[in-house]
């Protein structure tokens, strides 16, 4: 069964380093979503994809956390500088399109602790 | 914006019937979605409700009604391996896309 492929799965950061994080989506999924998952509560989605463009991205701190999708496949999460609130678990998720939204498939997600 | 509820934690015996609710507050809705997470793992998709109605699927069944912007999730015969959050999503459009926001998430314990 295909999934959705993140690394690294653990990452511990001093804060105000440089952290990145990268996925490969399901093959011929043309959107693509990361979303910060903090312990005990929902995820929350950072920023959407379709292709190579950004949908959405009104919840992404910009000021310090950056994605890209250069070729419409796989993305990267740059994080920079890291704050000790950044601590959490960044999921990446795909789906055929973005009018599949109801359906989302996710990578075992990314765990920062920054200390 | 958008606002989702669903409470904090359900208990239940195995063999049991489950149901946890959802309620929301969306411009736009298009659909309900319904996700499973383990301790340390991904959410995955259960099931989903764009239309009034009860879906079944095996076990599980959801339903959701648009009137009264409120949906659940009903495990049935629960198992201790359905001890997971679970989580309701609602899809709404934007820009063209539908966007998937999701609740706080309801934490099940199943006990034997």
């Known amino acids: 069964e295909a999934e959705v492929a993140q690394s690294p799965r653990y990452k511990i950061t001093e804060k105000s380093q440089a952290v990145a994080f990268w996925c490969d989506p399901i093959?011929?999924?043309?959107?693509l979503y990361w979303y910060r998952q903090i312990l005990g509560q929902g995820p929350e989605l950072l920023v959407q994809?379709?292709?190579?463009?950004?949908?959405?991205d009104s919840q992404l701190p910009k000021d310090r956390f950056s994605a890209e999708r250069l070729k419409g496949v796989d993305s990267t999460l740059k994080i920079q500088p890291a704050e000790l609130g950044d601590s959490a678990m960044y999921l990446c998720?795909?789906?055929?399109?973005?009018?599949?939204?109801?359906?989302?498939?996710f990578g075992e997600g990314s765990w920062l602790t920054v200390v | 914006g958008q606002s989702l509820e669903q409470p904090s934690e359900v208990t239940a015996v195995e063999g049991a019937i489950v149901q946890i609710n959802c309620t929301y507050q969306t411009s736009g809705f298009y659909g309900l979605s319904w996700y499973q997470q383990h301790d340390g793992g991904a959410p995955t998709f259960l099931s989903y409700?764009?239309?009034?109605g009860l879906e079944e699927t095996g076990r599980f069944s959801s339903f959701l009604s648009r009137s009264d912007s409120y949906g659940y999730l009903l495990l049935q015969e629960l198992q201790m391996k359905d001890s997971a959050s679970y989580f309701c999503a609602v899809s709404s459009s934007s820009g063209g896309s539908y966007i998937p926001t999701f609740g706080r998430g309801t934490s099940l314990i199943v006990h034997p």
């Open positions: 998720a795909s789906s055929v399109d973005r009018n599949s939204g109801n359906t989302i498939y």
């Open positions: 409700n764009a239309l009034d």
């Open positions: 994809f379709q292709d190579e463009s950004v949908v959405d």
């Open positions: 093959s011929g999924h043309a959107t």
